[in-house]
Structure formats: C-alpha cells, structure tokens
C-alpha cells in the first residue's frame, strides 16, 4: 500500500515569491494534517483536515498562508509571499478513518529554502 | 498550553549500552501520548500510543512506560540501526484546539559500533 506521496520534496525560491506543496494520503484517510518542521525542533500543526473540512486552522498564518483539500483526498499548501522565515520541511500526514487515533502517517516533507 | 519536554536533546550510547529517553508533559486532559522515530530526511515513523499511567509497550529492544507526568522510552541492548531521533507527542482531550498531536523537540540518539 502507497505511503503519504508529498512533492515536490525540494524547493528553492527567493523571498516574495509564491510556492506550493501538494499532498496525496492514503487512500481512505479521512483525515489530513500539515506540520511544520523547523531544524532541531519537532513538528507544529498547522491546519488539520476532516474530508474537506478545515476543523482547525489556528495555527495557520492566514495572512500567507493558505491551503485547500477538494474533494476530501489530496490537499495543497501554498505560501504567498514567502519570507526568509518560511524556510522549514513542511510534512504532510493522514490518519485513518475510524477518526483521529495519534497514529499518524508521514509523508518525507517537502524542504522549503527561502534565499 | 501544552508542553511537552524531551532529554536529553542528544545522547550517544555505544552498541549495547542500555539506556532511557524521557519525556515530561504538561496537559489538560490528556488522551494519548505518543513515541515515533524520525530518521533523516524523512518524516516520523509511529512507535507507541500509552494511554493511562502504568502502560507499558514494548518493540523489539524498545520499550514505553507512562506516568502522570512523563514517559519513558527505554532502549535495551540498542544497535546501530536504532540511530535516530525520537520524538515524544500528547494528544489533548476535547475542549478547543487541535486534535493534532504536540510534539517534543526529540532527542537524538547515536548508537556507535
């Protein structure tokens, strides 16, 4: 069975300019997460998903930050415009349908520079 | 707000050395706390769910224990192979906020030959 599927897993774009990471779960997850990895530190939740509902986006900077999930299987991240500080792995992860149980599944991330 | 804390922040042991990660946490109404590997370049891997203090879960040389305040994850006999960083996460109960998982900094183990 196919792993969470991120790409592309490097990216390398000047500040200001916009990018965007896509995500496939696995098939039958429900739910969807984006975390934010800084170096040394681990994962931050970002915005959490249920099918193509955004239930928690409290930690999502909405001022540049945006991301959408249509039709409840593959979700997009997108930054816009992007700062020095954004430079991060940004992992996706699913979780089965039986509803959220801790037990996540990974993706390898997608590795964000920001020159 | 959640805390979860994580030592040490790297610890290198030599190949059979026995030892013990710890992770203390801070949370109102705890609903699981979690151990999961992360090797480098690529995403955390999942390990354990503890529920209620006393659990324990054990893995091939690995094995978590829980508190009401911390967790443990003990590694027996470790071998090369069990280089990696390993991170602690709570679950919080209901009542706002994520349902996502709050993770530790994670402390980074080197076992050497």
């Known amino acids: 069975e196919a792993g969470v599927v991120q790409s592309p897993r490097y990216k390398i774009i000047e500040k200001k300019q916009p990018v965007a990471f896509w995500c496939n779960p696995i098939?039958?997850?429900?739910?969807l997460y984006w975390y934010l990895q800084n170096l040394g530190q681990g994962p931050e939740l970002l915005i959490r998903?249920?099918?193509?509902?955004?239930?928690?986006d409290s930690q999502l900077p909405k001022d540049r930050f945006s991301a959408e999930r249509l039709k409840g299987v593959d979700s997009t991240l997108k930054i816009q415009p992007a700062e020095l500080g954004d430079s991060a792995v940004y992992l996706c992860?699913?979780?089965?349908?039986?509803?959220?149980?801790?037990?996540?599944?990974f993706g390898e991330g997608s590795r964000l520079t920001v020159l | 707000e959640d805390q979860v804390t994580q030592s040490p922040e790297a610890l290198r042991l030599q190949e059979g050395e026995s030892s013990s990660l710890n992770c203390s946490y801070t949370?109102?109404?705890?609903?699981?706390l979690f151990w999961y590997r992360q090797d480098p370049g690529k995403g955390p891997e999942f390990l354990f769910t503890?529920?209620?203090a006393g659990e324990e879960k054990e893995k091939e040389r690995l094995k978590a224990t829980l508190t009401k305040k911390e967790s443990f994850l003990h590694i027996t006999a470790p071998k090369p192979e069990d280089s990696a960083t390993y991170l602690c996460?709570?679950?919080?109960?209901?009542?706002?906020?994520?349902?996502?998982?709050?993770f530790g900094k994670g402390t980074h183990l080197i076992i050497q030959p």
């Open positions: 992860a699913s979780s089965g349908a039986g509803g959220p149980t801790g037990e996540l599944f």
């Open positions: 098939s039958g997850h429900n739910t």
């Open positions: 998903y249920e099918n193509e509902e955004a239930v928690d």
């Open positions: 949370v109102s109404g705890l609903r699981g």
């Open positions: 503890l529920y209620s």
């Open positions: 996460a709570v679950r919080r109960g209901s009542g706002g906020g994520a349902d996502g998982l709050t």
